[in-house]
């Protein structure tokens, strides 16, 4: 069936640095992929997304890029703050109910 | 603001009995969802409806059962709970073609002793 891989499960970086988490997805019916962050303790929310006409999108610190030949996309976090501290999903969705999660991963932003 | 409720927020239980938990929106969207997330497994679809006559199965949904009382509530029962049903329960709720992401709940940890 459908999957979303995502890369890597645990991510540690210094404070001020880039962060990025690569998703590669199997479904290519796929047209929206969106990003949550889920602080501990907290309920995922949505941090960004993109839309398969669409190869970059921005938003402050926060970018996502996708490649739909290849079928990967990902997030990148610039100048990494402690309060980036969460874990991440990433997914995959072609409309209705098949949007697929990524088994998620944890980033630590040392201080 | 417009936000999706869990209750309760915290259960422990015993092996076999019956437990609900509930979800209300005041997002005004039509499709809700519950989820299991289990450390390293991320998050999985246990049901979907699309409106109040409209209950699916997701791809973990042995064991579980839902209702969907009305466009703001969907519930989530297990019938006779089991240890291996201990995990972190979500609902969420996006709009009606879901291409503008999830609303989650605030979750609600469920324990089965």
């Known amino acids: 069936g459908e999957n979303v891989e995502q890369h890597p499960s645990t991510l540690s970086v210094q404070e001020g640095d880039s962060a990025v988490i690569k998703c590669t997805y199997s479904?290519?019916?796929?047209?929206?992929f969106p990003w949550y962050k889920q602080e501990l303790g907290k309920r995922p929310q949505l941090i960004i997304d993109?839309?398969?006409?669409?190869g970059e999108k921005k938003d402050q610190r926060i970018a996502v890029t996708l490649n739909k030949t290849a079928k990967h996309f990902s997030l990148h976090i610039t100048e990494t703050q402690p309060e980036d501290s969460a874990v991440y999903f990433c997914a995959a969705s072609s409309g209705g109910f098949k949007t697929i999660f990524g088994a998620g991963t944890r980033l630590f932003v040392k201080a | 603001d417009a936000d999706v409720t869990q209750t309760p927020r915290n259960r422990i239980t015993k092996t076999g009995k019956r437990i609900m938990l509930e979800c209300s929106q005041t997002k005004g969207h039509d499709r809700m969802y519950w989820y299991r997330q289990d450390p390293g497994l991320g998050l999985r679809l246990i049901y979907y409806s699309f409106d109040v006559k409209d209950i699916n199965k997701g791809e973990i949904s042995d064991g579980y059962s839902v209702s969907r009382q009305a466009q703001a509530k969907f519930s989530l029962s297990l019938e006779s709970a089991i240890p291996n049903q201990t995990a972190l329960y979500f609902c969420?709720?996006?709009?009606?073609?879901?291409?503008?992401?999830?609303?989650f709940g605030s979750g609600t940890r469920l324990t089965v002793v």
């Open positions: 479904d290519s019916a796929s047209n929206y």
């Open positions: 993109i839309r398969s006409n669409v």
């Open positions: 969420a709720t996006s709009d009606s073609d879901s291409l503008y992401g999830y609303t």
